[in-house]
């Protein structure tokens, strides 16, 4: 289950950056944050959260709103890539176990499901 979890904050982040960056803002880039790799983005205290409280959270992709052309438009754009980001992960896990991988019943299946179920966690508390 822990790299379903990685994966989908990564993705997360990674998505608030990548906007950021193609609305005019470097910051996430030139820190290095522009990355699927989940060790740019872990926080530690959010990790061990997560290994012994059951929840957690990565590090925030530093995000320069003055930088933006638009800035309260573009914060907008930036805030919502990443539960849309979980969204789009939770339908293709959603995909591959309707269409895909029917008829498993093993560990593929678990992590598809807990792929879904995650990410859909993940897009609503990001909502809150």
């Known amino acids: 289950m822990i790299p379903v979890v990685l994966f989908s904050l990564t993705v997360h982040e990674y998505s608030h950056g990548r906007i950021a960056f193609l609305l005019g803002d470097n910051t996430a880039k030139s820190l290095g944050r522009l990355s699927f790799n989940p060790l740019k983005h872990l926080d530690p205290i959010g990790t061990l959260f997560f290994y012994f409280m059951g929840f957690g959270w990565a590090k925030p992709v530093p995000v320069d709103p003055r930088n ?61």
């Open 68 to 128: 933006f052309e638009h800035p309260r438009r573009d914060m907008m754009y930036v805030a919502i890539a990443g539960p849309l980001s979980n969204v789009t992960l939770a339908v293709i896990c959603s995909f591959f176990i309707r269409f895909i991988v029917p008829d498993i019943n093993g560990i593929l299946f678990t992590l598809l499901c807990f792929g879904v179920y995650i990410n859909v966690a993940l897009a609503i508390f990001n909502l809150l």
